[in-house]
């Protein structure tokens, strides 16, 4: 990866560290931040032990994907909101190499019910305020996953549905330029912003098969709130869930 391809400094962050490999790009994020002031963002070739949402493992082979974190310190806004504009600036990067991508709530992006990038976002808080929030973006950039039998079914590369080339310093760069736009401006866009993300969502009035603390539910998605969280309408009654994951 060609660091210095990439447009620096940028108003928001105001560093790049560049590890070949690393165990996660978000645990890194965590033990640089005694050290520093002002956002960073981590990049790796290889995450060891990369972290996925609820505990997973985030497949996370040498060279062929994408792996960063953000580190943002005191991001002056609600968790939700972060997860929220994250999604969009990264669904909007993507669109940039096929139209066809959509949101899975709450926020990874797949193509044709297939994943080609996720969020984790992990948090610090002091009197639940957010001090210190690490973005952790996985970008499928290139792996063959129809050799891959635990994946084949659930992953897709860019590679695999763009004719376009993909370098990764131009992705981080047309990313970073939707993100800062959206979080230096989220007050002032906020409503848009909310629109856009709960436009692109997928399943809307559509049966799904949702998974919260192990318990299976299935059931229309009935609405997308404006605090992020959805509508689940079982048989009789409708529930809103701001945690979960649609299957
Ligand atoms: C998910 O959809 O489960 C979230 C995946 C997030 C993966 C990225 S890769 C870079 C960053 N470092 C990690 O250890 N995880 C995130």
């Known amino acids: 990866m060609k660091i210095k391809n990439i447009i ?14 690393l165990d996660s790009t978000n645990n890194k994020a965590f033990s640089l931040k ?9 990049i790796t070739d290889q995450q060891t032990k990369g972290k996925g949402r609820y505990n997973r493992t985030w497949y996370s082979p040498k060279n062929e994907n994408f792996y960063f974190s953000l580190a943002l310190f005191q991001p002056k806004m609600e968790y939700h909101q972060l997860l929220i504009l994250t999604s969009l600036a990264l669904l909007q990067t993507l669109q940039l190499y096929n139209q066809k991508l959509r949101i899975k709530w709450p926020n990874d992006i797949l193509y044709t019910h297939k994943k080609i990038s996720g969020i984790l976002i992990e948090n610090e808080f002091e009197n639940s305020i957010l001090r210190f929030s690490v973005i952790g973006i996985g970008i499928n950039v290139g792996t063959d996953f129809s ?28 990313f970073l330029k ?20 709960k436009k692109s969502i997928l399943y809307k009035n ?19 709130n404006n605090d992020g969280s959805i509508i689940i309408k079982g048989k009789n009654i409708e529930s809103r869930y701001s945690f979960g994951e649609v299957q």
């Open 34 to 42: 005694p050290t520093y002031e002002e956002n960073f963002i981590v």
């Open 147 to 174: 050799q891959n039998k635990e994946l084949k079914d659930k992953a897709i590369s860019l590679k695999y549905i763009t004719q376009k080339k993909i370098k990764k310093e131009i992705l981080l760069n047309q």
């Open 206 to 224: 559509k049966v799904i098969h949702f998974k919260i603390d192990k318990k299976d539910i299935f059931g229309i998605l009935k609405r997308i």
């Open 8 to 21: 620096f400094p940028s108003s928001l962050f105001k560093k790049i560290f560049y590890y070949k490999s």
């Open 178 to 197: 939707f993100f800062e736009e959206y979080y230096t401006r989220y007050e002032k866009y906020k409503n848009e912003i909310v629109h856009e993300w």
